[in-house]
């Protein structure tokens, strides 16, 4: 299958162990994914992690997390916000076929190269969009428009809810994946959730194999529409987070 045979089925494995079964085609997916991020990186700083077990493990295998999810749903649009190099959407849209995606990041650079990805896996659903969330979010085609949307370590719980909430529509979620200890971070945000139009429904916790680390997948649904003075003008959400 590849020169990589030993990583591969060490990823099958670890898939495995959380109840996530992988098919050869899906795995040469994930490897050719390996290949052209590395590629890439030798050219533009996508990731700092670059030997194939740590990619595997925490970026390929932590995106796939997000299918542990119970009010994921793999047949509805996924929205992406700082995806940086796609995760997690394409690793998860690698295992679900029937996922459409959109990736919106601030960088064009990391937009080149998922389009490149994209078109590397055949994935003709999918598309990546340059800007930042906070002039998307009070764009009328994207606010309050997706059923989902996602979100990986990219800032705190209450600069990520500024970010992401006014993309979800009523009764749709946003995944915040985030490390260890979110109790008070959780705690902290919650009234700027709340504030957002949304309810921390749901935190899981999850152990990463060989000692990679724990990883955290906030689950917050949306109950009520994000007041329209939300997200605020570019940069304000980091520099001022909601309390």
């Known amino acids: ?96 076929s029937s996922l459409s995606i959109t990736i919106l990041d601030s960088l064009q650079k990391r937009i080149v190269f998922l389009e490149e990805l994209f078109r590397l896996l055949k994935f003709a659903d999918c598309d990546a969009m340059h800007g930042r969330a906070e002039d998307y979010g009070q764009n009328l085609d994207y606010r309050e428009k997706f059923h989902q949307v996602t979100a990986r370590a990219v800032a705190k719980l209450s600069v990520l809810a500024e970010f992401c909430l006014p993309f979800v529509k009523n009764g749709g979620f946003f995944f915040a994946l985030k490390g260890i200890d979110v109790g008070e971070e959780v705690k902290d945000a919650s009234a700027a959730v709340q504030k957002l139009g949304g309810s921390i429904e749901d935190v899981l916790s999850f152990q990463l194999p060989r000692g990679a680390g724990e990883r955290s997948i906030i689950v917050v649904r949306k109950i009520g529409n994000t007041p329209w003075m939300y997200p605020r003008k570019a940069g304000l959400p980091a520099k001022s987070p909601l309390s």
Do not use: C
């Open 1 to 96: 299958m590849s020169v990589m045979n030993s990583e591969i089925e060490q990823f099958l494995e670890d898939a495995s162990s959380f109840g996530i079964q992988l098919t050869i085609s899906q795995l040469e997916f994930y490897e050719a994914y390996y290949q052209l991020l590395i590629d890439w990186n030798n050219r533009m700083n996508l990731t700092a992690i670059t030997d194939a077990p740590s990619v595997f493990t925490k970026h390929f295998l932590d995106s796939l997390l997000l299918d542990r999810v119970e009010q994921f749903n793999p047949a509805v649009r996924l929205l992406d916000v700082g995806a940086g190099a796609g995760f997690p959407s394409v690793p998860v849209k690698i295992l679900h």
